[in-house]
């Protein structure tokens, strides 16, 4: 991929996306112990005690987890961040990016579930975990298009 950007925009660029409940890894900001195993968590922010209603069946039957303190939203996901944290590790990537919006024509966006930044400060590469099924979901196939046709980037399905 063509995208490249200094060490001076990419703190920029992490400053100004930086979320409460998201962060970004680098070797200096990483812990090395042990990858926590994922942990099912069964809190849902903005839902009603569980004494009130049944919990709401996920669409496609997803479980969220929860790993090194970052909740994800299916088990799929946590296990592809624990890998790619291992690339971290060893050197091979310099960061990985969670959940980074692109704009595509007609204010739509996309949400990339990982980017990972290559040591020479190149895009590496966009991740989205999928699973067979919402792979066929006809939204996720038109921006998957779009971002090919925009950005000139091919979104890896994992």
């Known amino acids: ?30 812990d090395y112990g042990a990858i926590s195993g994922a942990v099912p968590t069964e809190e849902r922010p903005g839902a009603a005690p569980t004494c009130c209603q049944p919990p709401k069946r996920p669409k496609y039957g997803n479980k969220r987890v929860e790993v090194d303190g970052i909740k994800f939203d299916s088990k799929h996901e946590a296990e592809y961040y624990q ?17 980074v919006k692109f704009d595509l024509p007609g204010g739509i966006q996309y949400v990339a579930d990982f980017v990972t930044i290559a040591p020479d400060m190149m895009i590496e590469g966009v991740y989205d975990a999928k699973s067979e099924i919402t792979k066929q979901n006809r939204v996720y196939i038109n921006k998957k298009k779009q971002m090919l046709a925009c950005w000139g980037i091919e979104i890896k399905e994992v």
């Open 83 to 99: 890998y790619l944290m291992l690339r971290v590790r060893a050197g091979e990537l310099k960061s990985v990016l969670r959940q």
């Open 1 to 30: 991929m063509a995208l490249r950007m200094t060490e001076e925009e990419f703190a920029e660029w992490q400053r100004r996306h930086q979320q409460p409940n998201s962060r970004v890894y680098t070797p200096q900001t990483l």
